[in-house]
């Protein structure tokens, strides 16, 4: 009995999971859910800056394909990071590429090298040849993310058949949002991993895991993105042992949120 509009409306409120959902009742609620009102709701405010940064021009003919376009990840800023939006959610995504992080000796090809890969969304990923000093950071600003979102921060890696010394000691893991600072170590490994994460005196146990993009991945932490802007920095480090070490891939540090 309610008008379209109205029901449009009401669907805006919900999520874009849930507006998918509601068009297979019927062919109102089809309608009323593929309505551009509905799904300029689930975009991101700052949409129209997002469309201007990508490397390649989207196409499409409604709010609602330019969800789906952007739910498919897309390749911003120069290549150097990809955006996404969460599917069920409409909740912003970030991955910052390793040339957007901070590698220490990165430009000196005595210690990384960087290579093409076909299986990784950047153009250039760095390879450890050989450190004694690996010391890895980045950092975002929370505007950039979804207001009132727990976030999770994830180093995306890999370690190659002929890694050495990466595990003989664990790497410290530092996440810092303001004035707090959360840590943990991590043994960078294949298979099951250990980690222990000290936050305000409480441990857990974790593990370096594997993705289903075929990449592996460290969390270096969690934090919340509220309603003001703060600087998050995250590193991974280990400059304590003093041996050579080598075979570490990075891609980046992902950011997305976490349920």
Same mark, same amino acid.
């Given at each position: 009995?309610?008008?379209?509009?109205? %029901?449009?409306?009401?669907?805006?409120?919900?999520?874009?999971?849930?507006?998918?959902?509601?068009?297979?009742?019927?062919?109102?609620?089809?309608?009323?859910?593929?309505?551009?009102?509905?799904?300029?709701?689930?975009?991101?405010?700052?949409?129209?800056?997002?469309?201007?940064?990508?490397?390649?021009?989207?196409?499409?003919?409604?709010?609602?394909?330019?969800?789906?376009?952007?739910?498919?990840?897309?390749?911003?800023?120069?290549?150097?990071?990809?955006?996404?939006?969460?599917?069920?959610?409409?909740?912003?995504?970030?991955?910052?590429?390793?040339?957007?992080?901070?590698?220490?000796?990165?430009?000196?090809?005595?210690?990384?090298?960087?290579?093409?890969?076909?299986?990784?969304?950047?153009?250039?990923?760095?390879?450890?040849?050989?450190?004694?000093?690996?010391?890895?950071? =980045?950092?975002?600003?929370?505007?950039?993310?979804?207001?009132?979102?727990?976030?999770?921060?994830?180093?995306?890696?890999?370690?190659?058949?002929?890694?050495?010394?990466?595990?003989?000691?664990?790497? #410290?893991?530092?996440?810092?949002?303001?004035?707090?600072?959360?840590?943990?170590?991590?043994?960078?490994?294949?298979?099951?991993?250990?980690?222990?994460?000290?936050?305000?005196?409480?441990? +857990?146990?974790?593990?370096?895991?594997?993705? #289903?993009?075929?990449?592996? #991945?460290?969390? %270096?932490?969690?934090?919340?993105?509220?309603?003001?802007?703060?600087?998050? +920095?995250?590193?991974?480090?280990?400059?304590?042992?003093?041996?050579?070490?080598? =075979?570490?891939?990075? #891609?980046?540090?992902?950011?997305?949120?976490?349920?």
């Amino acid at each position: 009995m309610l008008p379209e509009d109205c %029901l449009s409306i009401i669907l805006s409120f919900t999520s874009p999971e849930d507006a998918l959902r509601a068009s297979l009742v019927s062919s109102c609620f089809r309608l009323a859910s593929d309505s551009d009102l509905v799904w300029e709701r689930f975009l991101p405010s700052d949409y129209a800056e997002i469309l201007s940064n990508s490397v390649t021009p989207l196409m499409f003919c409604s709010k609602k394909e330019l969800f789906q376009c952007l739910s498919d990840s897309v390749l911003i800023d120069g290549g150097n990071k990809v955006f996404k939006l969460e599917k069920s959610s409409g909740k912003k995504c970030y991955i910052l590429s390793a040339k957007e992080l901070s590698i220490t000796w990165s430009s000196n090809p005595l210690y990384w090298s960087w290579i093409s890969m076909a299986e990784s969304r950047f153009c250039r990923v760095a390879v450890l040849r050989t450190t004694d000093w690996l010391e890895i950071g =980045g950092k975002i600003r929370t505007k950039m993310l979804t207001p009132n979102t727990t976030y999770g921060a994830y180093l995306i890696m890999k370690i190659s058949e002929r890694a050495y010394g990466l595990d003989l000691m664990a790497s #410290e893991i530092t996440l810092e949002v303001g004035n707090q600072v959360c840590s943990s170590n991590v043994f960078l490994k294949h298979g099951e991993g250990s980690k222990e994460m000290g936050n305000l005196g409480h441990k +857990k146990e974790g593990s370096v895991r594997e993705r #289903e993009d075929g990449w592996m #991945e460290v969390e %270096l932490g969690e934090f919340y993105s509220g309603e003001k802007d703060e600087q998050v +920095k995250m590193s991974l480090m280990e400059v304590k042992g003093c041996h050579l070490k080598g =075979g570490l891939l990075i #891609e980046g540090i992902e950011f997305r949120p976490k349920h």
